[in-house]
């Protein structure tokens, strides 16, 4: 974040990643909306973005031409504009954005500003990485699919205005580092523990299913291994297996983690209803360190 102004701050922020599914048009806005996160995470909006791609040379364009248009698209629907960018030959297809968005100064929403009593509200369901490895295995119902990919490109804008609006300055997105590694981190910056409850915490249809078949991946063992083998985050025992991975599930385009003092809680409320966002109640901030989750 850039203070250029009195009343303006620059935010800048760039996420690639191999396409996660398929269909090339909902992948290009999967990673647009993605990258869009960062700026909505501080209270922010998209001014424009700058593709970054990696495109195998004996691969036909007519993809990567789809994956444009989903990101143009999206970056469309957040009142933003694609102004170039730059592609590198490589042998595996990557596609993402350097994301410019402006916010308040005042009114930015980071992520050490929890306070003990803050109450811990989640805006998407978790379970986009368990789905979508089981996709990518030939594993995953048409239905299920289609709401994971709902949810990845559904921007996080309106999550975003109604926490600025209801004055709250807690915020992160939860991406790769899952739910629980996301909280911590917001722990950590701010000097404080964090409680989640498990049954509190949505899951996208058809996650649980494949959780409880024992799915793995880099990404969710890594999480697992530095997060619960190094002590950050405490499952009580009551806590089932499937439950645990889809808390440490890297999430792609997840949703605002927030906290949300007692004293605005009501103004939460109106924003949310005005705004039209779904979230959920999933634990507080308490005194102590690290992420405890019963």
């Not at 990404?219 to 806590?239: I, K």
């Not at 308490?286 to 992420?291: D, Q, R, S």
């Amino acid at each position: 974040m850039y203070r250029v102004a009195p009343d303006v701050a620059i935010i800048e922020t760039v996420d690639f990643f191999p396409p996660i599914v398929d269909d090339a048009y909902a992948a290009g806005a999967i990673a647009a909306a993605n990258a869009m996160s960062d700026v909505y995470a501080m209270g922010g909006e998209v001014l424009f973005a700058l593709n970054v791609v990696a495109w195998p040379d004996d691969l036909s364009f007519e993809p990567l031409e789809r994956l444009m248009q989903g990101a143009v698209d999206k970056i469309a629907e957040g009142d933003g504009v694609i102004a170039g960018g730059h592609t590198v030959i490589d042998r595996e297809p990557k596609f993402g954005l350097a994301v410019t968005g402006r916010a308040h100064p005042d009114r930015l929403l980071t992520k050490g500003a929890l306070r003990a009593g803050d109450a811990l509200w989640l805006t998407k369901p978790v379970g986009t990485g368990v789905l979508t490895t089981a996709h990518k295995n030939g594993d995953l119902s048409p239905e299920d699919l289609a709401s994971a990919v709902a949810s990845m490109v559904a921007l996080n804008r309106a999550a975003a205005r109604a926490a600025v609006e209801a004055g709250i300055h807690a915020a992160t997105d939860v991406t790769g580092f899952a739910l629980v590694g996301h909280a911590h981190e917001m722990a950590v910056r701010s000097g404080l523990g964090i409680s989640i409850e498990a049954s509190a915490v949505p899951v996208l249809p058809g996650a649980r299913t494949h959780a409880e078949r024992g799915v793995s991946f880099g990404g969710l063992e890594r999480n697992t291994a530095y997060y619960v083998g190094e002590g950050h985050v405490r499952f009580a025992q009551s806590v089932g297996d499937a439950t645990r991975r889809l808390l440490l599930d890297p999430q792609t385009s997840g949703g605002l983690l927030l906290g949300v003092p007692a004293a605005h809680a009501d103004g939460w409320d109106r924003a949310r209803e005005r705004h039209r966002v779904a979230a959920w109640k999933v634990g507080e901030v308490v005194t102590g360190h690290g992420v405890a989750v019963a």
